[in-house]
């Protein structure tokens, strides 16, 4: 039987390039991704040294256009036309390079009017040029769609454009993508906030130089004998730098990563499949939206695998990956990227790499920042006792107590205070003796670091004043000096009224109206 002679059809390019991404910023990806591949290659060749290889963006909101360049191997001449004009067809290999496929180059034509690629290679005069008619690769599918039939290979003949120049650098070695009228609906691609707060998480770059744990991140991925992949990728000049600090806003306030837990994950067989690194911070509560470094971040030969929630199923809770900040770098070969490397894909190594993975969110991390919260709780407690023994001092010492009731109402509250701030301490020792476990040692650190922070807030709140004197009493009725000026019996009649106030309001709106009556009167 003769072999079949197959058709594939015109909606299959509509599927490699404006089916395939939801996000149109993922062609900085893609094309960060092959240049990377070449740098790669070019060091190994000898054509650059190991922090020689860039990456240079440029975006021109005046011409409406998107320059990639890179200086890595290029394109031989000769193999210019295959390499490009052949779809899935790469020479890369799985496991080995960061991209395989050969289709990311096409995602471009979703975006713009006109693609153009242009390369030299070392020792040859000549650049290469290819030109992409992206606005009538689009058209041409829509009457497809519409009943008028087109096969791939005839919309790719119509839209590319071969072309060469001569060159007298024949030194010179580059890879350049132009993107040539982007289009109204795609305006945010030359945004250039939006592209660097994306590229700074996103992209294979190095941690910015304000991150204070990056050198333990470094020397543990050592040990590891792990090396991350780091480029130097530059937009309109500007060096692109992952964008981790140590603060952060919580929905119950400021919090900051005072250190940093790593933590290794392996098969049954004790095959590392990944490993990561998470800040330490008080675990106060979830990570504000705003917040861009939020979530533990999947990663794949350094470059971000899916969204800041790639993980986020993985955990038992929906708001568990929130309360994280850091990275997973996932190693194992057998780890790939999807098309659309929003994910892996699927394979025995990724269920038990998920396996794995899920019963260390659900078990450890899930522990850590309730216990996170437990801590933070109890230290409150403990500073809500102490802030109002040192205010009751403070009052009695400056005679503010408007009667014995005031006084003995402030006392009682003081009391429960107590009782509660006792209990916080017997939850914190007992924390502090359990040892053997990650949560334990992360759970230590979060402690430690806030009988730190309360030493400091006592020697605080002694600094404000809260040596005794002398109360001031006359007849069991304390009144600030501030009515020093009035008779015995303006004083009473006064301490009468301030006293009905203190009786039929809660405290905070009693010193607020008698604060407002000392300064009236």
């Known amino acids: 039987m003769a072999e079949y002679d ?44 190991s922090d020689e290889g860039m990456i240079r963006i440029w975006l021109n909101d005046e011409n409406r256009s998107i320059s990639i360049e890179d200086n890595a191997t290029g394109i031989k001449a000769d193999d210019f036309i295959r390499i490009l004009g052949n779809i899935a067809d790469s020479d890369k290999k799985v496991g080995e390079d960061k991209g395989f496929r050969g289709i990311g180059r096409l995602c471009g034509l979703a975006y713009c009017r006109e693609l153009i ?13 290819m030109r992409c008619d992206a606005a009538k690769m689009r058209k041409l599918i829509d009457e497809n769609v519409q009943g008028k039939k087109y096969t791939a290979k005839e919309v790719l003949n119509a839209i590319n454009d071969f072309g060469r120049q001569t060159t007298t650098e024949i030194d010179a070695h580059w890879f350049k993508v132009e993107l040539i009228g982007i289009n109204n609906e795609n305006i945010d691609l030359l945004d250039f906030q939006q592209i660097k707060d994306y590229l700074s998480f996103v992209a294979p770059v190095k941690y910015h130089s304000s991150f204070i744990f990056k050198s333990e ?83 794949k030969e350094n470059i971000q695998i899916g969204d800041e929630d790639a993980l986020q199923k993985l955990f038992k809770e929906d708001r568990g990956n929130h309360y994280f900040i850091g990275e997973v770098f996932a190693v194992a070969k057998e780890l790939i990227p999807n098309s659309q490397r929003d994910y892996f894909n699927e394979n025995e190594i990724r269920l038990r790499f998920e396996r794995e993975l899920r019963r260390y969110f659900n ?21 809500t006792f102490e802030k109002k023994e040192a205010d009751f001092n403070k009052k009695e010492n400056a005679g503010e107590f408007i009667d014995t009731r005031h006084r003995d109402n402030e006392l009682a509250e003081i009391e429960k205070a107590k009782v509660e701030a006792e209990k916080a301490k017997a939850v914190i020792e007992k924390k502090k003796q359990s040892t053997g ?36 009493k006359t007849n069991n009725t304390w009144l600030s000096d501030k009515f020093s000026s009035y008779n015995k019996h303006e004083k009473k009649l006064i301490s009468k009224i301030l006293g009905i106030i203190v009786s039929t309001t809660d405290k905070d709106t009693a010193e607020t109206i008698i604060h407002r009556i000392e300064d009236e009167l």
């Not at 306030?253 to 490993?275: M, P």
């Not at 078990?363 to 403990?382: D, H, P, Q, V």
Request: aromatic content about 10%.
């Open 117 to 129: 690629f242009t390369s030299t290679a070392k020792g040859e005069d000549v650049i290469s040029i």
């Open 437 to 472: 476990s990650d949560v334990s040692v992360v759970t230590s650190r979060i402690i430690e670091r806030l009988e730190n922070e309360h030493i400091k807030n006592t020697s605080d709140i002694n600094d404000t004043g809260t040596k005794k004197k002398p109360p001031k």
């Open 217 to 299: 991140i470094y020397k543990y991925a050592k040990k590891l004998g792990y090396k991350i992949d780091e480029y130097n990728i530059k937009l309109n000049g500007e060096l692109i730098l992952k964008k981790y600090k140590t603060s952060f806003k919580t929905s119950k306030g400021d919090d900051v990563i005072f250190d940093v837990a790593f933590k290794e994950i392996k098969d049954t067989k004790g095959n590392l499949l990944a490993w990561l690194w998470l800040g330490v911070s008080h675990f106060k509560a979830v990570i504000t939206k705003g917040c861009q470094m939020r979530g533990l971040r999947l990663r």
């Open 363 to 383: 078990e450890e991390l899930s522990r850590i920042y309730y216990e996170g919260s437990a801590i933070n709780s109890a230290f409150k407690k403990i500073e």
């Open 6 to 49: 197959y058709v594939f059809g015109a909606n299959i390019l509509e599927n490699l390039t404006t089916g395939m991404y939801q996000d149109s910023k993922v062609i900085y990806r893609e094309y960060i991704q092959n240049a990377c591949d070449q740098i790669d290659k070019a060091i190994t060749e000898g054509l650059l040294n």
